[in-house]
Nanobody, 123 residues
Framework: QVQLVESGGGLVQAGGSLRLSCAAS????????MGWFRRAPGKEREFVAG????????YYQDSVKGRFTISRDNAKNTVYLQMNSLKPEDTAVYYC????????????????WGQGTQVTVSS
């Protein structure tokens, strides 16, 4: 069992930055691929970024490439999402997810999900 808790969301002006964190419980965190997703008001949940258990490979949605960076610290059981050059269209609730297979995590089929953290970007 893995429990995920996101933090770091907030209100920021367009062009600003935020760093989201997702803290995981359990001693097997380093075995899991991790992902970040978001759900904007009135829209479906969408994939944002993913990272394999070792951190050696990362994946991004096209709209965030070059602006967002996913990383992880297995010693701290934490995955991060550094978000730069934020745009109003990045406004959403951001969720982290964990799963044993990165393909499933990226595809939205993570085994564990956090409760989400709100990110609001003002224009």
């Amino acid at each position: 069992q893995v429990q995920l808790v996101e933090s770091g969301g907030g209100l920021v002006q367009a062009g600003g930055s935020l760093r989201l964190s997702c803290a995981a419980s359990g001693r097997t965190f380093s075995s899991y691929a991790m992902g970040w997703f978001r759900r904007a008001p009135g829209k479906e949940r969408e994939f944002v970024a993913g990272i394999v258990w070792s951190g050696s490979s990362t994946y991004y949605q096209d709209s965030v490439k070059g602006r967002f960076t996913i990383s992880r610290d297995n010693a701290k059981n934490t995955v991060y999402l550094q978000m730069n050059s934020l745009k109003p269209e990045d406004t959403a609730v951001y969720y982290c997810a964990a799963g044993l297979h990165v393909q499933k995590v990226v595809g939205g089929e993570g085994d564990y999900w956090g409760q989400g953290t709100q990110v609001t970007v003002s224009s």
